[in-house]
């Protein structure tokens, strides 16, 4: 069962994932050559005490950090510590909070200075797969339209998409139902309805799609070495389209 929310829970949705998306943009501002992930976990830690919120991460099945920080070949889960950002990385941000009971979970791919022109395009074209996915999340559509329309859009633009990880239904917990696979034909699974909340959250790769995972049990990465771009938002399906939860420009 998809859980559907009410008014009330859409409201304290509204909320934590406007945390999450103030959190991501504040750290995203600080993601310049010499800084480590880790002191961008650090930032967020305090970002996420001072709205009152806790990480929806840490100790997520043991999981070390207060965000992810997946920088150029690492695709998600990168688990933040000495890694230092240079000029030209590519570094996905993922943050997730608890507030009031419910979860906020959103990433973007940062863009360390200027990059060369494909990785310029794969970031791009990522964030035009999630804009595409959004479009398509209106009250009828089958979860697959959402799957097609980020799959369709890496393959015309020539990237390949991450197989091994979802999208999520989110609510009282981080991963509810549906799962939001990245590909797949449209019009299959369940009909989305006004009041379920859906993490979306397509990753594009510039090589093959096949990833691995490093022996921190976490950090997952391409297999080719190649980079990989990250965007997610939490939407709310309402009666005229999806209601973006996590768009910048709040202050939290
Ligand atoms: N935020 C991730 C997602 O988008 C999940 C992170 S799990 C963690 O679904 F353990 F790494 F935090
Ligand atoms: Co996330
Ligand atoms: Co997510």
Known sequence: M?????????????????????????????????????????????????????????????????????????????????????????????VGVVFDGFVGDTATTVMVGVSDVEAIRLVDVARQALEAAVAAARPGARVSDLSHAIESTAKAAGFSVVRDFVGHGIGRAMHEEPQIPNFGAPGRGPTLRPGMTLAIEPMLNRGAGDVTVLGDGWTVVTRDGQPSAHFEHTVAVGEAGAEILTESGGDG
């Open 2 to 94: 998809i859980p559907i929310k009410s008014p009330a829970d859409l409201d304290r949705m509204r909320r934590s994932n406007r945390i999450a998306a103030s959190v991501r943009d504040r750290i995203a501002a600080e993601t310049r050559p010499g800084v480590t992930t880790g002191d961008l976990d650090a930032l967020a830690a305090e970002l996420i005490r001072e709205y009152g919120a806790r990480s929806a991460f840490k100790g997520y099945r043991g999981y070390p950090g207060h965000i992810c920080a997946s920088v150029n070949e690492e695709v998600v889960h990168g688990v933040p510590g000495a890694r230092r950002i240079r000029m030209g990385d590519l570094v996905s941000l993922d």
